[in-house]
Structure formats: structure tokens, C-alpha cells
């Protein structure tokens, strides 16, 4: 069994450019959820997917941001014509909501740094 | 609106000594859960422990143990006998229920403790 997989690891992208992130969330995990850490702060909430429905953005989620889970499995996480404040780390993370509870297991992030 | 504080920005102890995390919240919820998650250098955040607020037994895992006060809406996480291992950043963390089984379930993160143990 493997955890929440994200991809890149690293990316250093010029500003202006597009970039997107990859994550493969837990196998038999319906929600998955991306949020973004900036040096020194807590992971912030940007937006939640139930099986292949968006069904939360955060308002930090600018029109440059878009994610997708086409299928219910693996989800992308898109940012356009990137700018220096997008520099952070992205996370995602998944869950299975089940009787006792929903535990949000994350993963190892994938670090954006725009120059 | 949530709210979760870790006032302890950096703590450092000597190994093999004990160390106390807080945590204090804010909700208006009377059903909510809380977490504790480990981010070492790799970035990973690691679950240590959902608790939810209606369960306020303290709870032991090996050197780990937590403290939820709900008269004072704390949630301390104590490492007993620490070792170079535990140096992490540990984030609290506050969720609230969903208003469906669809909803959603973020979390509010505190700013987190960087704790480093000295060899």
C-alpha cells in the first residue's frame, strides 16, 4: 500500500509560466483536498473534491488556479501565468469518510518556487 | 469562525527529556474534531491523532500522549523521553463536521512548533 503521492517534488518555474502538479491520492480514498504552505504558517485550505465533484474552492484559489479529477482517481492542480506570491509548497491530501471518523492523510507536497 | 494557536513557536530540549506541545482552539461548533500532524524535513505531514470533542479520555501511544481540556479548548501533545527523531514541525489542527456526508472536512491548521532535540 502506498500513501498520497504528489509530483513533482520540485518545481522552479519562470513567473509567467504554467505549471501543474499531480497527486495520486490513497486507492480506496473518494475525497481529496489540496492546500498550500508558505514558509513559517500552517497548510491552508484551497479546494476539496468528493469522487470527481469539486464541491469547495477557497477563495485563495485565484482564477489562474485550476484542479481537476477527471476520473475520481488521480487529481491536477493547474496555475497559469504563475507569479512569485504562488511560491509554496502544495500538498494533497485524501480521506474516506467511514463510522469512525475522516482522518486526512497527506502527502510529502510538491514545492513551487516562481522566479 | 475557527481558530487554532500554538504560541510556541520553537522549543529545543535535550534528548531523553520531556516536552510539552500546546495547543488552544476556537469553535462554535459543540461537535468537532482535532488533530496533531508531524512534518519533518522531507515536508510530509504525518497523522498522529484525530480526537473528537466529545471523547475527552487522554490517550497514550508509546513515548506520545495528549491532554484535551475542553473546559480551557486545549489540546497538548506531551513526548516523553524524546529522541532525535522527534525533531519535526508538529501542527495542530481543528476540523469542523460537515453540514452533509458530502461536505467537506478542512482543516485549520495552527502555525505549528518547530521542536528540535539536541543529540
Known amino acids: 500500500d502506498t500513501g498520497v503521492s504528489q509530483n513533482p517534488r520540485h518545481k522552479i518555474t519562470k513567473r509567467g509560466q504554467n505549471v501543474t502538479f499531480r497527486c495520486d491520492p490513497i486507492?480506496?480514498?473518494?475525497?481529496l483536498y489540496w492546500y498550500r504552505q508558505t514558509l513559517g504558517q500552517g497548510p491552508e485550505f484551497l479546494t476539496y473534491f468528493q469522487n470527481e465533484a469539486q464541491l469547495e474552492k477557497s477563495r485563495l484559489l485565484s482564477d489562474r488556479f485550476s484542479a481537476e479529477r477527471p476520473k475520481g482517481s488521480f487529481s491536477t492542480l493547474e496555475i497559469q501565468r504563475t507569479e512569485q506570491g504562488d511560491s509554496a509548497m502544495y500538498l494533497c491530501a485524501s480521506s474516506h469518510r467511514d463510522i469512525s471518523g475522516n482522518t486526512i492523510y497527506f502527502g510529502e507536497g510538491s514545492w513551487l518556487t516562481v522566479v | 469562525a475557527q481558530k487554532v494557536t500554538q504560541a510556541q513557536t520553537e522549543i529545543s530540549v535535550v534528548e531523553k527529556e520531556d516536552v510539552t506541545l500546546d495547543c488552544v482552539y476556537e469553535?462554535?461548533?459543540?461537535?468537532?474534531?482535532l488533530f496533531w500532524y508531524k512534518q519533518p524535513p522531507s515536508g510530509e505531514l504525518v497523522f498522529l491523532i484525530r480526537r473528537n470533542s466529545f471523547d475527552e479520555q487522554n490517550e497514550i501511544s508509546g513515548r506520545y500522549s495528549w491532554n484535551f481540556q475542553k473546559s480551557t479548548s486545549s489540546f497538548n501533545f506531551t513526548i516523553t523521553a524524546s529522541q532525535v527523531v522527534d525533531s519535526a514541525v508538529y501542527f495542530c489542527a481543528l476540523s469542523e463536521p460537515p453540514i452533509s456526508n458530502f461536505g467537506n472536512e478542512k482543516l485549520t491548521f495552527g502555525t505549528g512548533t518547530r521542536l528540535t532535540i539536541i543529540p
Open positions: 469553535t462554535r461548533d459543540t461537535t468537532y474534531y
Open positions: 486507492s480506496e480514498h473518494n475525497r
